[in-house]
């Protein structure tokens, strides 16, 4: 499934490079000649200017890293709450067994509909937004610790009932090394999916960082700025998964899914 | 004649019985697997406080459903919030297969817009809903288009993919039968390319009810989204739990309903 991008992101190149400019050039005409039917829409030179403004007052990097920070800081809390519940769910069958089913119930829950109550319970603040993330981002760490705890060979079980490990020793010299390339396969994920949320849970609920100003730029009739906002989100989104790519390559070297982009 | 079907009958009668147990144990293992739940609900209906602004016991969530039922709101908002996502699902499965295809077909053209396709794809969806809200106006086409435009990406790169992974010998197979354009589409490469289809389908539902609830309530365009939003706004907790409840029970139908059509779409005989 990513093969395509893999292959397209290695070298950007020059016919890639081309067909985008002109498609921005075809834009940037199409604006000022008036063609479009669409009154609001900016042409990508005042786009530029308009993000350019916003970068020099600092609005939209106060913005920005609001959003990061409560994005990472829900991811981090969900990477450890769905390892330690995966963990749970594969090694103790009472607890697959009593709390399997109402996981699976709450699983496809859509992360919008939670913003409303977050909000009631916590009101318009930071405790709603990170409460959204982690609800949201926790379920592909759950999902892909179960299945690495699932694939670890028999063998190594038996190898540490072999050498009596006592139980804290099997759960940190066997169990969690060998889960861990899979939970970090579903952290990465879950880190894609805080960014989205972070953003959502701004919009309805925290009224600050990114997608507060996307609203608020739409609501103030300025598309130069809207339109700022939605370049600033798309290349945060790039950049942190390229940097976590990179982070986690040089980590864990040894998970190829990891390489992949 | 009667001798004839009474072993049958034997069997059938077993197959009946051994049918029976094998549901009853399910269904007592489902039951174990709901138990906390149950009895988290039970406990907070016992303990809870009905006048509670924040944690209304769940006999207030029903009654407070009940009151939208009759007040007429909550079918036609379903409907709404039903009706966006399924013709936007439609339509992206549509795009999504046309454009994977003709990308996956075409090395020339994955190389042109390989990279302007993967900014619009790690554009999070959710930010598109205001852009749109400006650029089209509040009205049905802007909400459908937003949905549309966040279910895409799965399909489109899951056909991308099937495509590029298709076996070789089909293609030769449709040229030595000298199949039309037309039959090779719908004899050889829909077929082939249904399990990839499917599967990107799958993951774009949840993507597609999660933009129609954001769009409903950033716009307060009629839906389960604007419902809820309206619910909180009005400080009625038991209302927003309530449709809590019935958005999980939404998401979870369209998710079942989704599965249950890809297995049998795949299974071998299911297609004759």
Known sequence: MRSMLRRSRGALNPSALATALVLLAAWEVGVRAAATRFEFLPAPTEIAQALYGAIRSGQIIADSVHTIACALAGWAIASVLGAAIGLALAFSPIVHRFFGASLELLRPLPAVAFVPVAVLLFGFTVTTEIAVIVFASVWPVIVNAVAGAKAIHPRLLDTAATLHLSRTQRLGKVILPAVLPATMVGARVALGLALVVAVIAEMVGNPAGLGWGLVTAQEALQPGLMFGYLVATGTLGVLLNACLRLTFARLFPGIRELQQS | ?272
Not at chain 2, 101 to 120: D, H, K, Q, Y
Request: with cysteine; charged share 10%; aromatic share 6%.
């Open chain 2, 1 to 272: 004649m009667i001798a004839t079907n009474a072993p049958a009958q034997a069997i059938a009668a077993g197959r009946g019985r051994r049918w029976a147990i094998h549901a009853a144990a399910n269904t007592w293992s489902a039951l174990q697997g709901l138990l906390p739940l149950i009895v988290l609900l039970l406990l907070w209906q016992v303990l809870g406080d009905p006048r509670s602004p924040y944690f209304p016991p769940p006999s207030t969530w029903a009654a407070a459903l009940i009151d939208r039922t009759s007040a007429g709101d909550l079918a036609p908002a379903v409907l709404a919030t039903f009706q966006s996502v399924a013709a936007a699902l439609v339509l992206a499965t549509g795009l999504g297969v046309g454009i994977g295809g003709l990308i996956g077909a075409s090395p020339a053209l994955e190389r042109c817009l390989g990279p302007t396709l993967e900014f619009l794809r790690t554009l999070p969806p959710p930010t598109i809903v205001p852009v749109a809200a400006l650029l089209i106006g509040v009205n049905q086409e802007m909400k459908l288009s937003v949905i549309v435009f966040a279910a895409l990406w799965p399909v489109l790169l899951n056909t991308t993919s099937g495509v590029r992974s298709l076996h070789p010998t089909l293609l030769e197979v449709a040229r030595s039968l000298q199949l039309g354009a037309i039959a090779q589409v719908t004899k050889i490469f829909l077929p082939a390319l249904l399990p990839s289809i499917l599967t990107g389908v799958r993951v774009a539902a949840p993507l597609a009810i999660i933009v129609s609830l954001l769009a409903e309530m950033l716009t307060l365009m009629p839906g389960l989204g604007a419902l809820l939003l309206m619910a909180q706004r009005n400080f009625n907790a038991a209302e927003v739990f309530g449709l809590l409840a019935v958005v999980g029970s939404f998401g979870f139908i369209i998710n079942a309903v989704l599965a249950a059509f890809e297995s049998w779409a795949l299974m071998p005989q299911g297609r004759s």
